[in-house]
């Protein structure tokens, strides 16, 4: 598998031929600015949830490209009302096998509302998995016990959580998860967006090393092999 980063939680997984797009946050981050939203062409667009910060790209990406969208039912419900009706809804603890492998929604503690302010159903983490592995994308959450059901389920070959703190989990909570879900592989995101998201880079590093995981803190619009 390859991973793309496009800044706060936004990043391109390829996979079995296929490229699916996570939670698109790129044009209105600063941070992101060298990203060509328009050469995005993925085949799947995934949403954890309906916040602004990632689903602000969702439309443009979409009409460029063939892309359907996978999220929990009134995220796409929202989006097939404006029109974008290539999509596939799910809900908390459902499952599907896909061209590019099988998803699972799992929980996520948050909030979520799409960005007119309506509701935007209950927040979800992600597992795929497939013949090249398997991988949990946690969305935007706290830490939760429920992370443990996902460690006894799978087998992970690597972990997409949130490190930012302030609005999910932080540091020191992404290392527990990591036990939780019994892996000690991790991408972090949602963080350095704004100032409340900020961290330090040394700081958070040191503290994954202490806790014997290999904590990625990826470059904006760099990939790496998985």
């Not at 090249?132 to 389920?153: H, N, Q, R, V």
């Not at 704004?194 to 090393?209: G, R």
């Amino acid at each position: 598998m390859k991973f793309t980063f496009y800044g706060h939680a936004s990043f391109l997984i390829e996979t079995q031929g296929k490229k699916l797009l996570f939670d698109p946050f790129i044009s209105p981050n600063e941070l992101a600015k060298e990203i060509d939203v328009d050469q995005i062409q993925p085949d799947y667009i995934i949403l954890s949830h309906g916040h602004a910060d990632h689903v602000a790209d969702v439309e443009r990406i979409y009409n460029n490209s063939n892309a359907t969208i996978i999220s929990n039912y009134e995220v796409v419900g929202w989006f097939g009302a404006k029109g974008l009706e290539r999509a596939h809804p799910m809900n908390h603890g459902g499952s599907w096998t896909f061209d590019f492998g099988t998803i699972k929604l799992v929980n996520a503690v948050h909030s979520s509302s799409m960005p007119d302010g309506s509701y935007g159903g209950h927040p979800a983490g992600i597992v795929i998995k497939n013949d090249e592995g398997s991988f949990y994308y946690a969305g935007d959450t706290a830490l939760t016990k429920d992370m443990e059901l996902i460690g006894e389920e799978f087998d992970l070959d690597f972990s997409i959580m949130p490190v930012g703190d302030n609005f999910t989990m932080g540091v020191a909570d992404a290392m527990k998860a990591c036990k939780m879900v019994k892996c000690n592989e991790l991408i972090g995101v949602h963080f350095d967006t704004f100032p409340y998201v900020a961290i330090n880079h040394n700081d958070a590093l040191a503290i994954a090393q202490e806790n014997k995981v290999n904590l990625v803190l990826p470059e904006i619009g760099k990939t790496l092999s998985l």
